[in-house]
């Protein structure tokens, strides 16, 4: 039995192929039936209006064909997930080969109650969409280690932290780059009604410190009350010893905690402006304080990767000096190399998935979709809970296709922000209700550009001998995000009703 469900498994390689080939041929379809939307594109800094027509692309032809093959290499090398993995392996390599992640996590797995550990790791997850998509390729490997130096299951680790980092990414404390973004769209539609409407940076803070917080403790339960008994079990297979803190043990933590610190005052200095000499990795061109961070522009931004590489180097050689487990320059330069090990099927599937994402979305598919359920949401006469709901639906199934929030907003916004003022509901309250609807389903589409780390790191810990196919990573999420969906609508109609602020400066009704 187990043979034939190992043949009938689909490798997920083999998915990823089918995917592209379903692409290609579903664009050539479309095209041929002329399917297409209208909308109005607005302009953030006029604030004018232009009626844009968007029709899928087909590939299924020879300028299709010829696009493929032409822009392959160029859009694998510059995908960004690759390049971000590759550098930040580097980094958690040394940590882990030298000892400090062992120590360290042996220890707070050793002190710490099994939900303590799950609940900060999602939470920390959830929250991580302030520092962008970088949680991705830190938080799933570092998940992974923690498990299993815990003597858990690192797929039950892999699996929450997806949950929490995909759930995240529409909800955060803070206003994060991507919100922003957002805004801008949002006021540029708003002040087409009312010229002296505005917008407040912590106009969300409320109810996104909420649904921070339920989210977090939602995944957690849901991690050990059913996740550990869905997910595939794991054998530890080497009867490791117990870890037995030393001398140099502790001197290790003590010299690399120390480097850490000061490395990382440094940094947080030249980010906080006002000071003498400081603030110098800012972008001074941008308004808000989360821009002058994370815009295009900002020295913090473009180096950010390599900036926690660096401290995770620094954390791994110190430790390393401080334990004498690296002993010289060999050593040292070995470690650097130890998490690249065995990466090839990883790059298989990262290459596959940068194709996968590169011919959706030049087919335009997505676009088209998304503009048709906008036009049929602005078309609407709702109102209250059934708009509220409809704009979540929405965006939950845009989500799908389409994973760019910022791009998503641009065209929901130009056709829901009319309808909700016209409703006596703020902009704002719509585009939290958008953000909260993807939270539902982006965990669940392989046109997200991260998931393929998350299959490759379920691949890598994978003890079956059928291999992890796409629809069983799929299934791991499901319940997440059903569970995590229905929660945070609740809380959207929940918050209308009892009518509080959603922030500061932040309202429900206009």
């Known amino acids: 039995m187990n043979k034939f469900k190992e043949k009938m498994t689909l490798n997920p390689v083999m998915t990823f192929l089918i995917l592209i080939l379903i692409t290609i041929v579903l664009s050539g379809f479309l095209n041929l039936i002329g399917f297409e939307a209208t909308y109005n594109k607005i302009d953030v800094a006029t604030g004018e209006l232009t009626a844009t027509s968007e029709s899928v692309y087909s590939l299924f032809s020879l300028s299709g064909i010829k696009y ?19 550098i930040v392996l580097i980094g958690i390599g040394i940590m882990e080969k030298s000892g400090f992640i062992k120590t360290t996590f042996t220890i707070l797995t050793k002190y710490c109650k099994k939900y303590t550990i799950t609940f900060w790791l999602v939470f920390i997850s959830v929250i991580s969409s302030i520092a962008g998509d970088l949680g991705y390729v830190i938080m799933i490997p570092i998940a992974a280690l923690m498990f299993s130096y815990g003597r858990r299951n690192p797929l039950i680790g892999i699996v929450a932290v997806y949950a929490a980092l995909t759930a995240g990414s529409g909800i955060n404390m803070l206003l994060t780059a991507v919100d922003s973004e957002m805004l ?159 990466t090839g099927r990883t790059l298989i599937l990262i290459f596959l998935g940068s194709v996968l994402i590169n011919v959706f ?98 691949e890598k810990y994978n003890q079956q001998e059928s291999p992890i196919s796409l629809f069983r990573t799929l299934k791991y999420q499901i319940v997440y995000s059903v569970i995590v969906g229905l929660v945070l609508l609740a809380l959207l109609i929940g918050w209308y009703l009892i009518g509080i602020p959603i922030g500061i400066n932040g309202f429900i009704a206009t």
């Open 68 to 86: 493929i093959f032409s822009s392959t290499v160029s859009n694998f090398t510059s995908f960004t997930p690759l390049s971000m993995l590759i």
């Open 184 to 342: 801008k769209y949002t006021l540029a539609n708003a002040t087409l009604i009312d010229q002296n409407y505005t917008l407040s940076t912590f106009c969300f803070f409320f109810i996104m410190t909420v649904a921070v917080i339920l989210v977090s403790i939602i995944i957690t339960i849901i991690t050990e009350k059913i996740s550990v008994n869905n997910v595939d079990k794991y054998e530890f297979k080497d009867d490791r010893k117990e870890l037995r803190l030393g001398k140099r043990e502790y001197r290790g933590l003590i010299f690399s905690i120390t480097a850490g610190a000061l490395y990382l005052l440094i940094f947080i200095y030249n980010i906080i402006p006002g000071l003498p000499f400081s603030g110098n990795l800012l972008d001074y061109s941008q308004e808000f304080y989360i821009d002058k961070l994370f815009s295009f522009d900002s020295f913090f931004s473009n180096g950010f990767v390599f900036i926690v590489t660096m401290l995770f180097v620094i954390l791994g050689l110190f430790y390393g000096i401080g334990a004498k487990t690296i002993k010289n320059n060999n050593d040292f330069c070995e470690d650097l190399t130890h998490s690249l090990d065995g």
């Open 361 to 458: 979305k030049k087919s335009n598919i997505g676009t088209v979709l998304t503009i048709t359920l906008a036009n049929f949401i602005g078309n609407s006469s709702f109102s209250g809970i059934v708009l509220i709901v409809a704009l979540f639906i929405i965006s939950a199934i845009s989500t799908i296709v389409l994973t760019g929030s910022t791009s998503k907003w641009a065209i929901i916004s130009t056709t829901t922000i009319p309808l909700f003022m016209n409703s006596s509901l703020s902009p704002e309250f719509a585009q939290v209700i958008v953000r909260f609807g993807e939270c539902m389903t982006i965990g669940l589409t392989p046109l997200l550009a991260y998931f393929t780390i998350y299959i490759a790191y379920l």
